[in-house]
Nanobody, 111 residues
Framework: QVQLVESGGGVVQAGDSLRLSCAAS????????IGWFRQAPGKERELVAS???????NYADSVKGRFTISRDNAKNTVYLQMNSLKPEDTAVYYC?????WGQGTQVTVSS
């Protein structure tokens, strides 16, 4: 069955970095684009970044220049490197692919 498992979240201070990982299984990873979304309390879930099969990337304006999405097809894993974190980046971060969601990983950035 399809599984997306996120990891790497935590509690950090403003300006710190985190790297999130999303390990995929149960489908042909190479065939699909992958997205990272986030949802803050009281807000709608929003797209943070996405990467196509061939590595083309797209970012929300709010994270451009700070976040980098990448994928390792050999490991069936997609990453989100988050630098210069801000309190407004606090949210649950979800991995999404082909109609499936991971369980999410909490990122908390303190000021």
């Amino acid at each position: 069955q399809v599984q997306l498992v996120e990891s790497g979240g935590g509690v950090v201070q403003a300006g710190d970095s985190l790297r999130l990982s999303c390990a995929a299984s149960g489908f042909t990873f190479d065939d699909y684009a992958i997205g990272w979304f986030r949802q803050a309390p009281g807000k709608e879930r929003e797209l943070v970044a996405s990467i196509t099969r061939i590595g083309s990337t797209n970012y929300a304006d709010s994270v451009k220049g700070r976040f980098t999405i990448s994928r390792d097809n050999a490991k069936n894993t997609v990453y989100l490197q988050m630098n210069s974190l801000k309190p407004e980046d606090t949210a649950v971060y979800y991995c999404y692919c082909n109609g499936y969601w991971g369980q999410g990983t909490q990122v908390t950035v303190s000021s």
